[in-house]
């Protein structure tokens, strides 16, 4: 069964460092989504992608945080400079399209962060 | 603003038994939909069950099914037979338009053998 791929697994970096993850979707998906979840709370979006274009980055911290899907398939989100408060789990999900809604997520397992 | 809220931050089921979750959220749309995943611990998020807003029955999948109230806005997940591998944090989401979800805090679920 085609899963979501990300990495690293896990990433412990100093404040002020530079970090990146990378996603691969499923294939055929053409939309993208980043997500961070904080420990003890939901998922929150942080960048939506349709084929390479963003759709909705309105949660990004764009001072620090960019994102981008070059050739529509892959992606990598990337922080600079990490703060402590970047600590989290960083998901990728994919779906076919954007749709009205009713498309499914699937998830990959994550990449979770820790900035000391 | 679309709110998706879990009040039970943690419940805790024997195994064999049925346990339910609860889910409320606010919107103003009339056409949306409804979604159960599961996130089992260190292992990815994975659909468990959704539904669609405009349909009056209620969705089932096997051991799991759910109520849904679109009045009162509600959602609620309902495991049967539980068993050790239900073991997980379950999060209720909602969407509706261009796949925008949100999530719920979560309820972490234990199942006792």
């Known amino acids: 069964e085609a899963e979501v791929a990300q990495s690293p697994r896990y990433k412990i970096t100093e404040k002020s460092q530079a970090v990146a993850f990378w996603c691969d979707p499923i294939s055929g998906h053409a939309t993208l989504y980043w997500y961070r979840q904080i420990l003890g709370q939901g998922p929150e979006l942080l960048v939506q992608?349709?084929?390479?274009?963003?759709?909705?980055d309105s949660q990004l911290p764009k001072d620090r945080f960019s994102a981008e899907r070059l050739k529509g398939v892959d992606s990598t989100l990337k922080i600079q400079p990490a703060e402590l408060g970047d600590s989290a789990m960083y998901l990728c999900?994919?779906?076919?399209?954007?749709?009205?809604?009713?498309?499914?997520?699937?998830f990959g397992p994550g990449t979770r962060l820790l900035v000391l | 603003a679309q709110t998706v809220t879990q009040s039970q931050p943690e419940m805790s089921v024997q195994e064999a038994e049925t346990v339910t979750l609860s889910c409320t959220y606010d919107?103003?749309?009339?056409?949306?939909?409804l979604f159960w995943y599961k996130q089992p611990p260190s292992r990815q998020m994975i659909l468990v069950i959704r539904q669609e807003a405009y349909k009056q029955q209620n969705a089932t999948e096997n051991r799991f099914s759910v109520n849904f109230q679109k009045a009162a806005k509600s959602f609620s997940l309902k495991i049967s037979d539980s068993q050790l591998g239900d073991a997980a944090m379950y999060f209720c989401?909602?969407?509706?338009?261009?796949?925008?979800?949100?999530f719920g805090s979560g309820t972490k679920l234990n199942v006792k053998p």
């Open positions: 992608f349709q084929d390479e274009s963003v759709v909705d």
């Open positions: 989401a909602y969407s509706w338009s261009f796949n925008k979800f949100y």
């Open positions: 919107t103003s749309e009339s056409d949306y939909y």
């Open positions: 999900a994919s779906s076919l399209v954007a749709g009205g809604g009713q498309e499914t997520q699937y």
